[in-house]
Nanobody, 128 residues
Framework: QVQLVESGGGVVQPGGSLQLSCTASGFTLDYYTIGWFHQAPGKKREGVSCISDSDGRTYYAESVKGRFTISRDNAQNTVYLQMNSLKPEDTAVYYC?????????????????????WGPGTQVTVSS
């Protein structure tokens, strides 16, 4: 059974940092591109970043470039999202997701319909 579970969310002040984790089970993690999305209240879900299956290629949305870093540890079945210099507009539920097909990576805007497997999400709140 394919499962993705996010952790690491919380409340942080502007300028602070958080590291999110996405732990996978039920499939071979190093065969799939994994991505992070966020959804703010009243807004649609948007792609934030993704990382390729085995060679570490990455993509970042313009809104997080230079502040967020995605990484993966296939041996631990985990993908991370290090979020620095957080802003109030980063407040959202953060989801990790598995790309629709294995052994494929595209560095570009993340279209939600290409990511059929999702975790339940973790809340990130940036507030003073």
């Amino acid at each position: 059974q394919v499962q993705l579970v996010e952790s690491g969310g919380g409340v942080v002040q502007p300028g602070g940092s958080l590291q999110l984790s996405c732990t996978a089970s039920g499939f071979t993690l190093d065969y799939y591109t994994i991505g992070w999305f966020h959804q703010a209240p009243g807004k649609k879900r948007e792609g934030v970043s993704c990382i390729s299956d085995s060679d570490g290629r990455t993509y970042y949305a313009e809104s997080v470039k230079g502040r967020f870093t995605i990484s993966r540890d296939n041996a631990q079945n985990t993908v991370y999202l290090q979020m620095n210099s957080l802003k109030p507009e980063d407040t959202a539920v953060y989801y990790c997701a598995r790309y629709i097909t294995g052994n494929y990576f595209r560095a570009g805007p993340m279209r939600e319909y290409e990511w059929p497997r999702w975790g339940p999400g973790t809340q990130v709140t940036v507030s003073s």
